[in-house]
């Protein structure tokens, strides 16, 4: 049973900082795209942050560039996020996602495995 597990969610004050962590289980994520995500209650879930299989290429919102760095260690199938300088309008809940690449690992494609989140808080 293919399975993602996120850790390192809490709450903070902004300007503070979090590690977010996604394990997967069953299976490889050598070939995926990785990801994270946030929603916030009545928002739609945006795309963060995403990440090609070999960790080459990266890809941040708008919002969190220079902020949060993404990364990947795919001998622990283990995809990271760091998230520095936070910001009140970063809370939400944080979830991992992945999907097989296809031409880049953009949001623009279904991510289709996703893990049950972690909740970050950013107090002003």
């Known amino acids: 049973q293919v399975q993602l597990v996120e850790s390192g969610g809490g709450s903070v004050q902004a300007g503070g900082s979090l590690r977010l962590s996604c394990v997967a289980s069953?299976?490889?994520?050598?070939?995926?795209?990785m990801g994270w995500f946030r929603q916030a209650p009545g928002k739609e879930r945006e795309g963060v942050a995403t990440?090609?299989?070999?960790?080459?290429?990266?890809y941040y919102a708008d919002s969190v560039k220079g902020r949060f760095t993404i990364s990947r260690d795919n001998a622990k199938n283990t995809v990271y996020l760091q998230m520095n300088s936070l910001k009140p309008e970063d809370t939400g809940m944080y979830y991992c996602?992945?999907?097989?690449?296809?031409?880049?690992?953009?949001?623009?494609?279904?991510?289709?495995?996703w893990g049950q989140g972690t909740q970050v808080t950013v107090s002003s």
């Open positions: 069953g299976y490889s994520i050598g070939s995926k795209c």
């Open positions: 990440i090609s299989p070999g960790g080459s290429r990266t």
């Open positions: 996602a992945a999907r097989t690449y296809y031409r880049s690992c953009s949001v623009s494609f279904e991510y289709d495995t």
